[in-house]
């Protein structure tokens, strides 16, 4: 974001442009690697933070702003082309991947990890991690995971057909877009967003 800073605060430079620039450039970096990750709530709270300050910044939207005018998060990402929360992208990533693996050759490791399990009971307490590649099930089929297994024959059978796999993570990425996670508010929400968006300083139409 500090390299970037010039080309994401410039008058001349078209939103669209910058946020595909702010998807390959740093929410790249920052989610390198997502795919395999296993990480507490604590640290995904840390992880979700930084998006909304890119993107405060991108946009010049000051924290005194935030205080004063009391602007959520879900206004934030509307007013920058309606981009998803990082969950979703890591959902996005981690799904991808495990579509990979499931169609790779069974010589592969990952593959044959994929379904690994240890015959040993867990200890005592609740897990400290959480499980990637299963959070990433539940949020793309939700309708084939109504247990903690994820149905694991099913949807390794799914991700067999690479197109229809890829549609369905498409099709989940989609609706996080216009997502608002608090329906009663939706529409105030979405038009509060909407004035916002419309006094931004800079072009958000044409490269000017």
């Known amino acids: 974001m500090g390299i970037l800073k010039h080309f994401f605060s410039s008058k001349d430079v078209n939103s669209q442009v910058k946020y595909w620039v702010y998807l390959a450039g740093p929410l790249n970096c920052l989610l390198w690697g997502c795919k395999s990750w296993n990480v507490t709530e604590k640290n ?3 992880l979700r933070s ?6 405060r910044r991108i946009l010049r939207i000051t924290w005194t702003r935030v ?6 998060n879900e206004e934030v990402r509307y007013c920058f082309l309606q981009i998803p929360d990082v969950d979703a ?11 990979k693996v499931c169609r790779s050759e069974d010589r592969m490791i ?6 690994a399990w240890i015959q040993r009971p867990r200890k005592t307490g609740k897990p400290q991690y959480s499980c990637n590649f299963l959070n990433a099930i539940h949020a793309c089929l939700p309708e084939l995971t109504e247990d903690d297994q994820g149905l694991f024959k099913i949807w390794t059978q799914l991700t067999m057909d690479e197109e229809a796999w890829n549609s369905q993570i498409e099709d989940f990425f989609v609706s ?15 038009e509060r967003a909407i ?11 044409s490269v000017q």
Do not use: W
Not at 50 to 55: G, K, L
Not at 176 to 190: G, K
Not at 195 to 205: G, I, V, Y
């Open 44 to 46: 995904k709270e840390k």
């Open 50 to 55: 930084f998006p909304h300050s890119a993107i």
């Open 67 to 72: 205080r004063e005018e009391r602007i959520a």
């Open 89 to 99: 992208f890591i959902v996005q990533h981690t799904a991808r991947y495990m579509g």
């Open 110 to 115: 990952p593959k044959k990890l994929l379904g």
């Open 176 to 190: 996080c877009q216009s997502e608002i996670y608090d329906e009663t508010e939706q529409d105030e929400i979405t």
């Open 195 to 205: 004035t916002r968006m419309q006094n931004l300083r800079f072009d958000t139409e």
